[in-house]
Structures are given as structure tokens and as C-alpha cells.
């Protein structure tokens, strides 16, 4: 069972940037590939971006590509999204996801079994 822990985030103006965290409990983290979704009230939970087991393959969701990076630091067990020049409509509930196994980018929130608790993030304009 592994689980998740994101924090960092917080309240920011337009145009301010975040850097989120995830720690996982598991040894075995670099086996596991990862994603950041977010929710915003009344809406589904929506793609941000996901990487791969070694970090050498990402995928961004339209609405943040060249804005957000998401990558991971296997020793310390992490995966982080900067995100930058924030707008408000990015404004949700930041949750990172884990998978054990795979050789693609999953970009699904049903394709993922671990989650995290979330952390708020809201960009006020």
C-alpha cells in the first residue's frame, strides 16, 4: 500500500507560481509512475501531467503545457509540479496519483490506484 502526501499549495495572485510535493511511503518508489490531476467545485477530476517510472518521459495536459514541469527525485521518494504564471482558472484541489506498473503515459484517473489527500491551490486574479 502506498501512500501519498502533496503539499505546497496555498493561495498566489495571477501570474505567481507553486511548487507542490508528493512524498510516498513506498521503497519501491521508482517503479511507480506518477501523475498530478486537480479538481476544481462541481467539475471532474481533471489531467495535469504525469511522468514515468525513470523520468524520462512526461505528458502535460493542453491547459498547462509550458506553464507547469513535473518531475521526481527517486532518492528522496518525490514528485513535484512547478507551475508557473498561474491563472485563476487553475484554481482546484492538486492530487498526485501512483500506478506500480506500465509502459506508457497514463493520462486516466481510473488508470492510477494510490492517491493522495490533496492539496488546495487557489490564484486569485
Known amino acids: 500500500q502506498v501512500q501519498l502526501v502533496e503539499s505546497g499549495g496555498g493561495l498566489v495572485q495571477t501570474g505567481g507560481s507553486l511548487r507542490l510535493s508528493c512524498a510516498a511511503s513506498?521503497?519501491?518508489?521508482?517503479?511507480?509512475?506518477l501523475g498530478w490531476f486537480r479538481q476544481a467545485p462541481g467539475m471532474d477530476r481533471q489531467f495535469v501531467a504525469t511522468?514515468?517510472?525513470?523520468?524520462?518521459?512526461?505528458y502535460y495536459a493542453g491547459s498547462v503545457k509550458g506553464r507547469f514541469t513535473i518531475s521526481r527525485d527517486n532518492a528522496k521518494n518525490t514528485v513535484y509540479l512547478q507551475m508557473n504564471s498561474l491563472k485563476p482558472e487553475d484554481t482546484a484541489v492538486y492530487y498526485c496519483?501512483?500506478?506500480?506498473?506500465?509502459?506508457?503515459?497514463?493520462?486516466?484517473?481510473?488508470?492510477?490506484?494510490?492517491w493522495g489527500q490533496g492539496t488546495q491551490v487557489t490564484v486569485s486574479s
Open positions: 496519483a501512483a500506478r506500480s506498473w506500465g509502459s506508457h503515459l497514463y493520462v486516466q484517473a481510473v488508470e492510477y490506484r494510490y
Open positions: 513506498e521503497r519501491t518508489f521508482n517503479n511507480y509512475h
Open positions: 511522468i514515468n517510472w525513470s523520468g524520462g518521459g512526461t
